[in-house]
């Protein structure tokens, strides 16, 4: 069974973007968010993914990715998306021996910019680049199922 291992860390300023690649514009919705598994169907407008994956909070979860036609996708976002479409542009950096997928959130969640790294081992050493900021890993508000139910523009940021 895939196992997907990955920590997630908040990102500050911009030093990140002299390094990074073209980006990619990903649109996904949720058509189940249980507590067993979430069902999301992704379009980057020229490929479809339906994706099953474990809703366990931490770096493990259990994941299965299937590609379907991108037409398929969009339909299933019109019709059975719950909650607001997540929207973001991903933008690829090579750090060390590394790929980091840096989130830059749109739409409902603008103002978020989250910085994804996947590994072999939950507890593998990598390189951290200067412009990583606290890991949100273990945070669910960060997590993309929680983001559709509740999305970044709505928190409550103001300091107490």
Same mark, same amino acid.
């Given at each position: 069974m895939?196992? +997907? $291992?990955e920590r997630?860390?908040?990102?500050?300023? !911009?030093?990140?973007?002299?390094?990074s /690649?073209? &980006?990619?514009?990903? #649109?996904?919705?949720?058509?189940? $968010? =249980?507590k067993?598994? @979430?069902?999301?169907? #992704?379009?980057?407008g020229?490929?479809?993914w339906?994706? $099953?994956k474990?809703?366990?909070i931490g &770096?493990?979860r #259990?994941?299965? =990715? %299937? /590609? $379907?036609?991108?037409?398929e996708?969009?339909?299933?976002?019109?019709?059975? @998306?719950t909650?607001?479409?997540? +929207?973001?542009?991903r933008?690829f950096?090579?750090?060390?021996?590394h790929?980091w =997928?840096?989130?830059?959130? +749109?739409?409902?969640?603008?103002?978020?910019?989250? &910085?994804?790294i +996947?590994?072999? !081992?939950? !507890? /593998?050493?990598?390189?951290?680049?200067?412009?990583l900021?606290a /890991?949100?890993?273990?945070?669910?508000? %960060?997590?993309?199922?929680?983001?559709?139910?509740?999305?970044?523009?709505?928190?409550?940021l103001?300091?107490?």
């Open positions: 895939p196992l +997907e $291992i997630k860390f908040l990102v500050f300023g !911009d030093a990140w973007k002299e390094q /690649e073209d &980006a990619v514009y990903l #649109r996904q919705g949720y058509l189940n $968010i =249980e067993q598994c @979430s069902v999301r169907v #992704r379009t980057d020229h490929s479809g339906l994706n $099953i474990g809703v366990t &770096a493990q #259990r994941e299965f =990715e %299937y /590609e $379907i036609p991108v037409k996708a969009e339909e299933l976002l019109q019709y059975f @998306s909650g607001p479409l997540i +929207e973001k542009r933008y950096v090579r750090s060390g021996r790929i =997928e840096i989130d830059v959130f +749109e739409g409902e969640n603008k103002g978020l910019v989250v &910085a994804e +996947e590994l072999e !081992d939950p !507890d /593998e050493d990598f390189e951290r680049p200067n412009w900021g /890991e949100v890993t273990h945070d669910a508000r %960060y997590y993309n199922t929680h983001l559709a139910r509740k999305p970044y523009l709505s928190w409550d103001s300091p107490e």
